[in-house]
C-alpha cells in the first residue's frame, strides 16, 4: 500500500504515515514533489496519513494542493465546506465588514468566540478541547477533532441542504440557508448600534460625532500626550510618553467613548448604557483636543469656551 501525497505549493510539507503494528514513516515533501511510503504487510491495516499534525485519511490517495482543510474563502463569512482553522493565521476567524466583531477559533483552547474590537467577548460555545477546526457541513458548523471526528459542540440540527454563515455589521453571527436565506442558526448577539466614526491616525481632536473604540487614541501634536481607550480592560487614559498615566475614569469595559453633539462626553457599552459620562449635557457642542502642555480640553465650538477638562496642564 503505498500513500502517494503531493504538497503545496512552496513549502516543505511533513508527512506522517501509521499502520498497524507500530508501523511508522516520516517524510518531508519539497516543493512540486511527490513521496511514496511503502508499508509492509504487517502495517498495512488501519493506514492513517497526517500532514502538518492533521488527519487527512488512509489507504493510498493523492492530496490536493493546501493539505489543510479548506479557509474561509470570504473574510466575513463561511461557505459550506469551508472551516475555520486552529492556529492558522487568515483561516481561523471570520470579521463583519466593518471589523467590529470576529468569530474566532481559538488557537489556546479550542473555544469558538465571538468578540467586539477583538477583545470583548459577546459570545462562546463554551467548549475547552482538542478541536482542529470548526467546519461548516450542510448548513451545520462543528467542531472537530485532528481526525476530523465532529467533537464536543455543534449548531444542530444540521439543514442538510447548503448554507452559509455570516458575521454581520450588528454583531450577531447567523447561518443563512443558501436557497431561500432562511435563518438556520444564529448567535443572538443582536443588535449592535452602528460604531461612530472614528478620528484619523495621528488626530489630536475627537470632533463633535467622532468616538474612540477599543484601541482608539489621539495624540498631542509634539507627540509627547496620548489619550487612549485600552483595549483590555475600557478605561480612557491619559499618557505622558507612553508609560506615566496623568488621568484615567478607570476601567469599565465599555465599547467606545464618544463626543456628543450636546457637549457631554460619554463612554458606552455597544449594547447602548452609559457607563460614564462628564455630565456636560446643554452646554453645547464642542471639541475635545488633547495639547502639548498635557491638558485635555472640551471647547465649545461656537465661542470657544471651556466646556471641561481633566486640568493635568504642566504634569
Not at 30 to 57: C, E, K, R
Not at 59 to 69: D, Q, R
Not at 258 to 284: I, M, R
Amino acid at each position: 500500500m503505498s500513500p502517494s501525497p503531493t504538497p503545496a505549493n512552496g513549502i516543505a510539507t511533513p508527512v506522517d504515515v501509521y499502520g498497524a503494528n507500530d508501523f511508522a514513516q516520516h517524510v518531508s515533501l519539497q516543493p512540486g514533489g511527490t513521496a511514496t511510503v511503502t508499508v509492509p504487510p504487517s502495517g498495512s491495516s488501519a493506514i492513517s496519513v497526517y500532514v502538518q499534525g492533521f488527519y487527512l485519511g488512509h489507504g493510498a490517495f493523492v492530496w490536493p494542493a493546501g493539505c489543510l482543510p479548506a479557509g474561509p474563502a470570504e473574510s466575513d463569512r463561511l461557505h459550506d465546506g469551508e472551516s475555520l482553522v486552529r492556529g492558522q493565521a487568515g483561516k481561523d476567524r471570520i470579521t463583519s465588514p466593518d471589523g467590529r466583531f470576529s468569530l474566532v477559533l481559538q488557537a489556546l483552547d479550542g473555544n469558538v468566540v465571538l468578540y467586539e474590537y477583538g477583545k470583548r467577548p459577546l459570545w462562546s460555545s463554551g467548549i475547552h478541547n482538542s478541536a482542529a477546526w470548526a467546519s461548516l457541513d450542510a448548513g451545520m458548523l462543528s467542531l472537530r477533532d485532528n481526525l476530523n471526528v465532529p467533537i464536543g459542540w455543534n449548531t444542530f440540527p444540521s439543514a442538510n441542504a447548503p448554507a452559509t454563515l455570516v458575521v454581520q455589521n450588528d454583531g450577531n453571527a447567523v447561518v443563512y440557508r443558501d436557497s431561500d436565506h432562511a435563518v438556520l442558526w444564529a448567535t443572538n448577539t443582536c443588535c449592535h448600534a452602528p460604531a461612530p466614526p472614528s478620528p484619523a491616525p495621528g488626530a489630536h481632536q475627537l470632533k463633535v460625532g467622532q468616538a474612540l473604540p477599543l484601541g482608539g487614541q489621539i495624540t498631542s501634536p509634539n507627540g509627547v500626550y496620548r489619550l487612549v481607550l485600552q483595549d483590555f480592560d475600557g478605561n480612557l487614559v491619559l499618557y505622558k510618553n507612553g508609560t506615566k498615566a496623568l488621568w484615567a475614569f478607570g476601567p469599565r469595559f465599555d465599547s467606545y467613548f464618544k463626543n456628543q453633539t450636546d457637549g457631554n462626553l460619554v463612554a458606552y457599552l455597544s449594547e447602548g448604557p452609559a457607563v460614564w459620562a462628564s455630565n456636560t449635557s446643554g452646554k453645547g457642542a464642542g471639541t475635545l483636543v488633547l495639547q502639548d502642555d498635557g491638558n485635555l480640553v472640551l471647547y465649545r465650538n461656537s465661542d470657544h469656551g471651556v466646556i471641561w477638562a481633566t486640568n493635568t496642564y504642566g504634569k
